[in-house]
């Protein structure tokens, strides 16, 4: 069965720290790739995704994310973090072949002032 | 971007009841909608997927005829949680995708349900 591991469960930086979330996951077929931010009270937001082509892809709020195919690996990053950066991130891969989505356990980020 | 519904936002019932639970793509056809559910500080657990016209696929341990699905049209999907119980308070969503390729799966905003 299709599994998707995310390394930490909860990361605590200070503002303008640099960020990475790591992200693998047990498919060997074809996927897409995508993470997602639930922010506090609110509902699930996608932040970036990856179908094919250039294996680094940018999302929203400065996030960028890289496809690593060797590795089965698609960690999420972000150079500087902000305050309003704190949120709950999720990786998920979607089997084409199953039609569905698998999520991660999720990352909870904490950006200190 | 595409919108997905959800409604209700909050439902609050008693043990033995039904509740249903809607979900609306509001600019898109949505040939699969999925359910999940999500308990606090966890991850979204996938119970069913559904294409349109056709019976829901329920994943391993989702009771189908506890949790009833219908995605009777391209922008309509409802989930009907029958004879409820205290153990299914939750919160559950809804997520639609459109059927061609590369398309990403939009979500609802979610609907929180507490059994009594």
């Known amino acids: 069965a299709q599994s998707v591991s995310q390394h930490n469960h909860h990361v605590i930086l200070s503002e303008a720290a640099s960020l990475e979330l790591g992200c693998n996951y047990s498919y060997g077929g074809t996927v897409n790739l995508f993470w997602y931010v639930q922010y506090p009270g609110q509902h699930l937001q996608l932040l970036l995704k990856?179908?094919?082509?250039?294996?680094l892809v940018k999302g929203i709020k400065g996030f960028e994310a890289e496809f690593i195919k060797s590795k089965f690996s698609f960690n999420l990053r972000k150079p500087s973090v902000q305050w309003s950066d704190t949120a709950e991130y999720f990786c998920?891969?979607?089997?084409?072949?199953?039609?569905?989505?698998?999520f991660g356990d999720g990352t909870t980020l904490t950006v200190k002032p | 971007g595409a919108v997905v519904s959800q409604h209700p936002s909050r439902v609050i019932c008693k043990s033995g009841t039904s509740v249903k639970i809607e979900c609306r793509s509001l600019?898109?056809?949505?040939?699969?909608m999925f359910w999940y559910r999500q308990f606090p500080k966890q991850s979204l657990m996938l119970m069913a997927t559904s294409n349109e016209g056709s019976k829901a696929t329920y994943e391993q341990g989702v009771e189908k005829d506890k949790f009833l699905i219908n995605h009777a049209s391209l922008t309509l999907s409802t989930l009907t949680v029958t004879s409820a119980h205290p153990e299914d308070s939750s919160f559950y969503i809804c997520?639609?995708?459109?059927?061609?390729?590369?398309?990403?799966?939009?979500f609802g905003p979610g609907t929180r349900l507490t059994v009594t």
């Open positions: 600019d898109f056809q949505a040939t699969t």
């Open positions: 997520s639609a995708r459109e059927g061609r390729p590369q398309s990403e799966q939009y």
């Open positions: 990856y179908f094919s082509g250039d294996p």
């Open positions: 998920a891969v979607y089997n084409t072949n199953a039609g569905k989505s698998t």
